[in-house]
């Protein structure tokens, strides 16, 4: 069970449909293959970009069988995510800054506190020492959630009064962190998107008060997006992007949606490597993305 079988389920079964009763890779196929991409929320762009490759290398070919169809769709897949997921992400250790920073980005409802919740647990289990900073502080139920994952988990969390200053909630985490020796802060924050300039001032603001406790802080701005909602995670994508420096991905809610193709045209889009995926409410619902695995498991 690798929480991507909706996924899988939804692909594979379009992709048979296509090659059904044909032995060729043709025109017909390759359209045909096109309409299965676009529908899988691998997004246009992406989609135009595969068929392109796989058209040159029937061409080549000349005569391609349907049955190699599949490999060399995974093929093509596997390469792009290669392209812009450099690192395969073996453990939840990071190296040599310590504390490691790790600021939160994304909207409410996508999965944010959660995510939070199980790195943390993954962090603490492979033997980090972590500190949670409540710095979404519009949201009363946002610290309040955040709290009640550092109880069940064992962590800490550093909070204020909801209405406080976001960077300050941030500055007394990062100093809690360094005066105990901590080795990954995640710091949560607010993911108002109605106004861009906002969001950008605050993230900024955050950053800045950051730096001056611990220099090179944030390491990871990490946006997290929901899976399920497809195309939307994409537009969200490019809006926090323009907001802010995010070089790492979380995307969620992959175990309850048929749209796990959005993770291929995100990847090919923005360059961002993808870091995380969440299959699931429960704690131990997340994995470090690695893309060998999720192509295997999307053509298994
Ligand atoms: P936030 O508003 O962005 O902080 O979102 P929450 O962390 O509160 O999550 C919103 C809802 O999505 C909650 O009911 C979570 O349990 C659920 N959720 C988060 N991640 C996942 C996931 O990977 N899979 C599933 N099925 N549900 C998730």
């Not at 200053?165 to 949560?188: E, K, Q, Y």
């Not at 944030?218 to 946006?223: A, F, M, Q, R, S």
């Amino acid at each position: 069970d690798t929480g991507l079988e909706k996924t899988k389920d939804n692909f594979f079964s379009k992709i048979t449909k296509v090659i059904a009763g044909k032995s060729t890779v043709d025109d017909d196929v390759l359209d045909e293959l096109e309409e299965v991409l676009v529908t899988s929320d691998v997004g246009v762009k992406t989609t135009l970009k595969i068929i392109d490759r796989i058209q040159a290398r029937v061409a080549q070919d000349k005569y391609v069988n349907t049955s190699e169809l599949n490999k060399l769709l995974k093929d093509e897949i596997q390469q792009l995510l290669a392209e812009n997921n450099s690192n395969d992400f073996v453990n939840f250790e990071y190296g040599s800054h310590k504390p490691y920073v790790i600021m939160v980005v994304g909207v409410n409802g996508v999965g944010k506190t959660t995510t939070i919740g199980k790195l943390a647990n993954k962090l603490k289990e492979a033997g980090n020492k972590v500190v949670l900073g409540a710095a979404d502080t519009f949201r009363a139920a946002a610290v309040a959630q955040i709290q009640l994952w550092g109880e069940r988990i064992g962590v800490k969390v550093v909070a204020q009064a909801m209405g406080s200053d976001p960077a300050s909630v941030a500055f007394d985490t990062l100093r809690s962190a360094v005066a105990n020796g901590d080795d990954v802060v995640i710091i949560d924050t607010a993911g108002r998107l109605h106004n861009k300039v906002g969001l950008m001032n605050e993230l900024t603001k955050i950053k800045n008060v950051m730096q001056k406790v611990v220099p090179g802080a944030p390491h990871e701005i990490l946006l997290v997006l929901d899976a399920s909602t497809g195309q939307n995670a994409i537009e969200q994508c490019k809006q926090f992007t323009e907001a802010t420096d995010v070089n790492a991905l979380a995307l969620t809610k992959l175990d309850g949606t048929a749209k796990g193709g959005v993770v291929i045209g995100i990847s090919d889009q923005f360059k961002i490597p993808v870091k995380y995926i969440g299959v699931g409410e429960g704690v131990n619902d997340l994995q470090l993305f690695d893309r060998q695995a999720f192509v295997d498991s999307l053509f298994k």
